[in-house]
Structures are given as structure tokens and as C-alpha cells.
């Protein structure tokens, strides 16, 4: 039975997923600077971990190993260093795609010394971007330690890299992510896609710990006006045929509507995903009165009081249990349940219609169809979710002179 019903949320996906698609690579300029035979400027993709050097170039020399080329193995073990000694160029690990997680690549070139990671394609095709693992693993905690940039770069740039290094040539080059996002000007827009969902495995703890821990800079930046935030949550709609089903009824509201995954992708125990989707709007219809009142930034603190005050483990997922933290805050419960309105009506719900809207990107943007995801001036912002790098990012979005505070003491 519940190969049956993993099969069934499979179908579910499987529709839901066609309705997205155009994902958007984003990618910065890598510059080569020597040997003169390929010298000029490529394309690469930024990785979704590590920390990318927004508004900033760094400069380095490629080195690709000769052996453990795939950088699945750590490079202790095979007795090399990449640590660039005082007064020598940061070394760009060159490593072949393939055996291993990106991220395992990342972590291995970063413990040998290297700087920054190039992982070379192994077939031509369009640049993909590098994400983490979605399941659960044993050694999930070195990914929050990746602090290194990492690019995905074609086959054929590899190739010649390749060729270079091996006929004794130095390959220089400046990983430049200077354009990686565009606009800057003294204030800085800014999305976070998010979920309230707290039982999905690392992917779910690092999104509660990053709004935890950015929570005082969030506020602060948007208390003097520095930058507009606006929450945004994920809902799918089930497909015409399936409205019926006992999935559909379990993952959605409002008649089909509006659908999150189950939780625990176990439909007989926990909670379902109809509840998943009913707090992620009371989340966003809190942001929604609270920035009608002008206080868009007791989002932070809703959400993270959530956090601990309301957790799936302890069975305190609840209306209840939300609502005694709306009091809490001072926020007007009677306007958040208007807008939450009758989760079993067969009628639109405003702001679940305007987040599906806003899911299928406009411009430079893309589709947003990883969460979390953050969008900073309109583009998605990659690498990994910390405090840092993510300030890093907000902070190249402001043009020079006019950036807060914060971005000079803490950047
Ligand atoms: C990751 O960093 C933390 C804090 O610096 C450290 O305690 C932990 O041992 C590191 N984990 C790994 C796998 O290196
Ligand atoms: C939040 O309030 C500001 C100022 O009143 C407004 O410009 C903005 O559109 C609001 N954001 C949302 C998502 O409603």
C-alpha cells in the first residue's frame, strides 16, 4: 500500500512538475587571462552552495590534479596540497563532473587548500547549475562548511584548460561576479521563497536556522529602509483529473486549488500536506497585514517564534498555536483569518493566487522551482544559505557610497 501511494504522489509530481520549467542558470564571467591561445571570456554557472564572491573578482591559477580527478576522494589521502603559499596566486581546482556529489567535489577541494572550484562537464550541453543533495545523509554537515565558490564550466573549456596544463603552459583566470547582480542602487529588493514545513530533513533545518540567523540584519535593513522584503511560498494545484483523489484532498485546499507535498510523504500518519499549505498562507497573510500596518519586518519574528513555538514533532502544527503568536506580536488576528479564509471553499484565495502568479518568473528572473530560493533585485541568488554569503549578496546590490551600515562592519 504505501509503495502504491508513493507511486500515486510520483503522478502527482510528475504533472504538478510540467507546469514549471524554465529554470534559469545563473551564471557569471570567467575571464582567462593566459596562455594568449584561450584567452577570453567564458561562461560558467554558479553553484547553489559555497559562497559566491558577489560584486567581487578572484583571481587564480588552474591546477587539475593527476590523480583523484574527480575530486570524490579527499586530497589528503593522496598527499597533495593546493594551499597557495605567501605571495602566490589562489589555485582554481580543475575536476572532472561525474561518480560523486558536486558538493562532495567542493568540500574536498576545499579541505586540499584549494580556493575555488571548476568542475568540467563531461558531455556539451547547456550549463546546469550545481545544487545539493536533496536526501538525507550522514554527512550533510560539511556542506554547511563549504565556503568556496564553485563553477560548472563546459566540456570544451575543460578540454583546453586540459591541453594547456598538460603541454606546461600556466592558466590563469578571474572568476568575476561583478554583473552577477544587476541594478544596484540604495535600495535593495529582495525575496525569500520559503515553506513552513519543518519535517523535510536538512533542506528544512538550514532554511529555519538561515531565518534565524538573518533575522537581525533582515530587520535592521528593512526598519531604515535599506532593502523590501517580500515572503513568497510554493503551492501547486491538482491536476483537474485527481481533484477527487484522496492525495488531492489530503495535499490541498481550497477545492484542488492550492496543494503542498505531504510532509512526511506518509499519508496514514502526521500531518498533511493541506496543513503545510494552510500555515504557509497564515504566514503569508501575516506579512501581508503586517506590512499594511507598516511593520513588513515582524515577519521575521512570526516565523521564527513559529519555528519553536509550533513544531510538527511536538504535534503543535495548529491554528491554535499560530494564532496565541499572532497575539504575541500585537498583530491583528481578525484581519489574519479574513485573509486565510475557508481552506474547504471551492473559491480563489487572493494571495495563494498571487503567489502562483509570481511563481512563473518575469524578465531575468525564471521560474521559481527550488526552495528555498532567494531573488535579490529580480535575479535568484545562488550559493549557500548563511548569513554571510547571503549579506555578501545584498550588499552588492547597493551602488557604491550608498550601502548601509552593516555591509561595511559585517560584509
Ligand atoms: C563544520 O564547522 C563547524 C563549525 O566551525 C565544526 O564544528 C564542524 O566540525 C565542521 N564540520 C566538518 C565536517 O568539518
Ligand atoms: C508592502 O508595503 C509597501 C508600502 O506600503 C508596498 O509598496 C508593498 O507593495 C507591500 N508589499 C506587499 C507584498 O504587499
Known amino acids: 500500500m504505501r509503495e ?16 514549471f520549467g524554465r529554470f534559469v542558470v545563473e551564471k557569471n564571467s570567467l575571464k582567462v587571462t593566459s596562455p594568449e591561445k584561450i584567452k577570453g571570456v567564458y561562461e560558467c554557472a554558479i553553484g547553489n552552495f559555497g559562497v559566491p564572491q558577489y560584486g567581487g573578482t578572484l583571481i587564480g591559477t588552474v591546477v587539475y590534479p593527476k590523480a583523484n580527478q574527480k575530486a570524490c576522494k579527499g586530497f589528503d589521502e593522496v598527499d597533495l596540497s593546493f594551499k597557495s603559499r605567501p ?39 547547456p550549463l546546469i547549475t550545481m545544487d ?26 575543460g578540454d583546453s584548460i586540459k591541453k594547456s596544463l598538460s603541454g606546461g603552459e600556466m592558466v590563469n583566470m578571474n572568476l568575476d ?29 538550514s532554511q529555519i536556522d538561515f531565518v534565524k540567523n538573518f533575522k537581525g540584519a533582515a530587520q535592521i535593513l528593512e526598519q531604515r529602509g535599506y532593502t523590501q522584503f517580500t515572503p513568497h511560498y510554493i503551492t501547486w494545484y491538482c491536476p483537474e483529473a485527481f481533484i477527487l483523489s484522496k492525495q488531492c484532498k489530503s495535499q490541498c485546499i481550497n ?25 504557509n498562507l497564515r504566514q503569508a497573510c501575516f506579512f501581508k497585514v503586517a506590512n499594511e500596518s507598516r511593520k513588513p519586518w515582524l515577519w521575521w519574528d512570526y516565523v521564527t517564534d513559529f519555528a519553536i513555538r509550533c513544531p510538527m514533532k511536538e504535534k503543535k502544527y495548529t491554528k491554535e498555536c499560530a494564532e496565541q503568536v499572532i497575539k504575541s506580536l500585537g498583530v491583528d488576528l481578525k484581519k489574519v483569518d479574513e485573509c486565510v479564509g475557508d481552506p474547504e471553499a471551492d473559491v480563489d484565495n487572493q494571495v495563494l493566487k ?31 544559505l548563511d548569513k554571510g554569503a547571503v549579506l555578501k549578496a545584498i550588499c552588492a546590490g547597493f551602488q557604491e557610497t550608498t550601502e548601509p551600515a552593516i555591509c561595511l562592519s559585517e560584509g
Do not use: M
Not at 503522478?11 to 507546469?19: K, V
Not at 576545499?110 to 575555488?116: P, S
Not at 544596484?184 to 514545513?197: A, I, K, L
Open 4 to 19: 502504491k501511494l508513493g507511486f500515486l504522489v510520483g503522478i502527482l509530481f510528475l504533472l504538478c512538475g510540467l507546469s
Open 87 to 125: 605571495g602566490g596566486l589562489p589555485t582554481f581546482l580543475l575536476v572532472d563532473r561525474g561518480d560523486c556529489y558536486f558538493t562532495l567535489k567542493a568540500w574536498n577541494a576545499q579541505k586540499g587548500g584549494a580556493a575555488a572550484i571548476l568542475v568540467a562537464d563531461d558531455k556539451t550541453e
Open 132 to 157: 545539493t543533495p536533496e536526501e538525507e545523509n550522514a554527512d550533510a554537515e560539511y556542506l554547511q562548511n563549504i565556503t568556496i565558490p564553485s563553477a560548472l564550466i563546459s566540456k570544451s573549456l
Open 177 to 205: 561576479w561583478t554583473e552577477a547582480l544587476p541594478h544596484p542602487d540604495e535600495r535593495v529588493e529582495y525575496e525569500f521563497w520559503t515553506n513552513s514545513n519543518d519535517e523535510c530533513g536538512p533542506k528544512c533545518e
Open 255 to 279: 477545492h484542488g486549488r492550492y496543494c503542498a507535498p505531504d510532509p512526511e510523504q506518509d499519508f496514514s500518519r502526521g500531518y498533511d500536506g493541506k496543513d503545510v499549505v494552510v500555515q
Open 354 to 384: 498571487t503567489e502562483q502568479d509570481a511563481q512563473i518568473g518575469k524578465g531575468s528572473r525564471g521560474d521559481v522551482t527550488i526552495l528555498p530560493t532567494l531573488v535579490i533585485n529580480n535575479r535568484q541568488y545562488r550559493g549557500k
